[in-house]
């Protein structure tokens, strides 16, 4: 009886019959298949993920910018800070500071960090609105090498949308410059590697890698669509951009969410699907032109569906049809806004952005569900910033009187007086409020906000009066919304910080 060998499978054992030396070189080639699979398993790996993420940085590094800012900021009159107004120390102390050329009066000049990316050879250049907003003059520095600019060069301000913090600026380059283009943001994957280039904290050029964490993430505005990413973003990168591993810019590096103001690994990137839609407009127009559908709204809850009929909770259920296009079509308190320009409408937010995304003076199909029934209205779309406008110009005309200190979400707050504005250095023309006490109980406590730091703006529109910041926090909670955004400055340097709305 000849020798036999035993070969063991996932389903079953074989018995296979063979002389010694074929059973040897069956072995051997066993080995050599399993061997050689293993082989092209890693390469398959080395292929799916690069050993370095130097020939990328390479590729796109020239064209991300970093960006300084200067303001001028009124100098104070007196040693405020120092010792008390009216004490018998003040003319010691104003001497002692004019002696070491301190001289308290004098403008002085104050300077902020950034980052940016170059879109054309011609020298447009987008980043954020916080970074450059009341900027008196604006410098990009661009990164070193052959066929770079020597030196800085000023730009120009082309246009701003405090709505999704986008900047375009303008320089003028002595020879084309490198650019980067856009991706497709809605092609980004939940896990996909992505790489943040910046100036953060001021160290000058520099590169961070991770992945999306999130996608749609929804901070506080109405056009809101970040990419969550967990790539290290700090101060200095807003205004940088994320890019996929095919070298595209897939978001713009505005926000992160920190207990300290460093980053914790949770950051967000305004999507390029929305960033160029804005540039776009801001470059032909220098301003944005939005549509504007002209109705109050609010979600469609189970118990709403349920109430009227309605199969699926989904759609915008219209509350209030002021003055506009929508009323001059014929739209009514009480409909469900189904369909909008041929395209379903999922919830409040979708039919903002849709409608955002629409062209001024478009006529646009509406599907309504009415009393039991669906119907469909023409409406012609307005642009949404000339009725911001008109509404702002009519706001100040309210009966009752301006509260003059609140507490909201655990801060006190009041408007910020000319007294405040010399005690805290803040720059003319900068509107707010003032934050005069938190509670240390509280998540904003726990956020690193203080007494003394200015809210400037609140869901990324501008504050000046206690009753839009409640507004703005009643808008959100009827959007449905977690948290509130809040832009806070602290001597002149800006930081984002949401705030829960259950506070």
Known sequence: ???????????????????????????????????????????????????????????????????????????????QGIVPEGSPFEDFFREFQDRNGQQ????????????????????????????????????????????????????????????????????????????????DSDLARVGDWVVAMGNPLGQGFSVSAGIVSARNRELSGSYDDYIQTDAAINRGNSGGPLFNMDGEVIGVNTAILSPNGGSIGIGFSMASNVVTKVVDQLREFGETRRGWLGVRIQNVTDDVAEAMGLETAAGALVTDVPDGPAKDAGLLAGDVILSFDGAEVEDTRGLVRQVGNTEVGKAVRVVVYREGKTETLRVT????????????????????????????LGLTVSRLSDEQREELNVPNGTDGLVITNVDEASEAFEKGLRAGDIITEAGQQKLTSIRELETRIDEAREAGRKSLLLLVRRAGEPRFVALNLAE
């Open 1 to 79: 009886m000849q020798p036999h060998t035993i070969i063991k499978t996932k389903s079953r054992a074989a018995v296979m019959r063979r002389p010694d030396g074929q059973s040897a070189a069956l072995r051997w080639l066993l080995l050599t298949v399993f061997s050689t699979m293993m082989v092209l398993a890693q390469v398959a790996m080395a292929q799916a993920r690069p050993e370095s993420l130097a020939p990328l940085a390479d590729q796109v590094s020239p064209a991300v910018v970093n960006i300084t800012t200067t303001t001028v900021v009124e100098g104070r009159t007196g040693p």
């Open 104 to 183: 308290g009066n004098r403008p002085r000049r104050s300077s902020a960090l950034g980052s940016g990316f170059v879109i054309s050879e011609d020298g447009y250049i987008v980043t954020n609105n916080h970074v450059i907003e009341e900027a008196d003059e604006i410098e990009i520095e661009f990164f070193p090498g052959e066929g770079q600019p020597a030196e800085l060069l000023p730009a120009k301000v082309v246009g701003t949308d405090p709505n999704t913090d986008i900047a375009l600026l303008k320089v003028e380059a002595p020879m084309p410059l490198s650019f980067v283009k856009f991706g």
């Open 381 to 408: 779309l307005g642009r949404r910033e000339d009725a911001q406008r008109e509404a702002g110009d009519t706001g100040g005309e309210e009966a009752t009187p301006e509260v003059q200190e609140q507490e909201l």
